[in-house]
């Protein structure tokens, strides 16, 4: 799942996110989202989140755990 849309994710979730200084190189974290920081109900380059160490990046893949 990409992370292009806000109604997809929620605090709590794994995802991978790129950060600015990544942009380039395109190098991605992993972490739990803590908040939701764009407000518009999509983005063409992701959301952008924090994740619970602090760091912010724009969602690139939504962890999902199937039960």
């Not at 995802?15 to 983005?43: E, F, M, N, P, W």
């Amino acid at each position: 799942m990409n992370g292009r849309n806000r109604i997809d994710l929620q605090p709590g979730m794994t995802v991978d996110i790129v950060l600015k200084a990544d942009q380039r190189t395109g190098k991605l974290t992993r972490g739990i989202v803590k908040d939701l920081l764009t407000k518009s109900a999509t983005h063409p380059h992701g959301i952008k989140v924090r994740l619970t160490d602090g760091q912010v990046g724009r969602v690139q893949v939504i962890h999902t755990t199937d039960k």
